[in-house]
């Protein structure tokens, strides 16, 4: 910044309306590229973000299950991951005849599965 104004100063002090003319246009396209530095990185932590999302979740038995820190967390709907990547999830159906079915609140759908996988 205070080399802009030394060059400002400069430019005016020379007459040369031309070569600050320049200098501004120069400095329009710094402040530009500023701001698209500034969205191309928002945009790659975004996508970064999705990634790490998308890596975490495994498919075991029928149903999508998170790992985080370590430890496999979930059931997670596998119809809704697979749509929307929606994490949705999915809670023991009480009405069911075995211990093993999940409903999605979500989706509606019922799942009949085992045990998570061993972390
Ligand atoms: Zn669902």
């Not at 698209?36 to 973000?49: G, I």
């Not at 495994?58 to 119809?79: I, N, S, T, V």
């Not at 994490?87 to 409903?103: G, K, P, Q, T």
């Amino acid at each position: 910044m205070e080399l802009t104004k030394e060059a400002k100063a400069y430019f005016k002090s020379k007459g040369d309306a031309e070569g600050l003319e320049k200098l501004i246009g120069i400095w329009e396209a710094l402040i530009n590229l500023k701001e698209r530095v500034s969205d191309l990185h928002d945009e790659n932590a975004d996508l970064r973000k999705r990634l790490e999302r998308e890596d975490s979740m495994h498919l075991h038995e029928a149903l999508q299950w998170r790992m985080k820190d370590g430890q496999y967390e979930g059931p997670f709907c596998p119809a809704c991951w697979g749509k929307d990547r929606a994490d949705v999830a999915m809670s023991l159906d009480a009405y069911a005849d075995c211990e093993s079915r999940y409903f999605c609140p979500a989706c509606k759908m019922n799942f009949h599965v085992g045990q998570a996988p061993v972390s």
